[in-house]
């Protein structure tokens, strides 16, 4: 994502209130949560809403950990970084982007994960969700399963994408809105 798309992103989503490219650490993602919670206080966003935002933040951020596969320049080690932004727009509707490169054996993985999820109405994936959980399959361990799962529990749109950087590499795009008017009643 250059420039120019982060400013389309704020034309169209409106507010960036956070945004940080580069290496992902757990203490990162920790004081990048801090700064959420204090936005979503200073904004009086609901507990609700906050706690979806939170976790999907975190969700999309140890993805990113687990798979980006951009290596370090001089060096064989693989940089578990990305891209990832949270805005709202006018109407007080949340969006969590996040980009990283990934190999295509994780493409692989991740987009049936993704393309089941989209074909799930809220109760399907409810239950897929529990399945998961009970099985033991997917769990929260490396490997991007259960995770999404719990994404789409807490969102109300996902839309993704793969762009083919090389025949091993895509950046994976994801975009989650969180649509407070059906948290207010």
């Known amino acids: 994502m250059n420039i120019n798309e982060i400013q ?41 809403i906050s706690n979806n935002i939170f976790t999907i933040f975190i969700e ?8 980006s596969k951009t290596k370090i320049a001089n060096n064989r080690d693989i940089n578990p970084g990305g891209l990832i932004i ?4 006018a109407a007080n509707n949340y969006y969590i982007h996040s980009q990283n490169i990934v190999s ?32 033991g399959k997917n769990t ?5 399963g259960i995770g999404f799962y719990e994404i789409a529990k807490r969102c109300d749109k996902i839309e993704y994408n793969f762009k083919e950087i090389n025949e091993d590499k895509f ?3 994801i975009k989650t809105k969180i ?7």
Request: charged share 35%.
């Open 8 to 48: 389309k992103l704020v034309d169209n989503d409106g507010i960036v209130f956070l945004s940080y490219g580069g290496f992902l650490s757990q203490e990162l993602i920790s004081a990048m949560t801090e700064a959420l919670e204090k936005e979503a206080e200073d904004n009086a966003v609901s507990m609700g």
């Open 60 to 67: 999309l951020s140890q993805n990113m950990m687990n798979y």
């Open 86 to 89: 949270v805005s709202k727009d």
């Open 104 to 135: 295509i054996d994780d493409k692989e993985k991740i987009e049936p994960k993704l393309i089941e999820i989209l074909s799930l109405d809220r109760n399907g994936i409810k239950d897929k969700y529990r399945e998961l959980r009970r099985s």
């Open 140 to 144: 929260h361990g490396k490997g991007g």
């Open 171 to 173: 950046y994976f795009h």
């Open 179 to 185: 649509n407070i008017k059906k948290y207010i009643k």
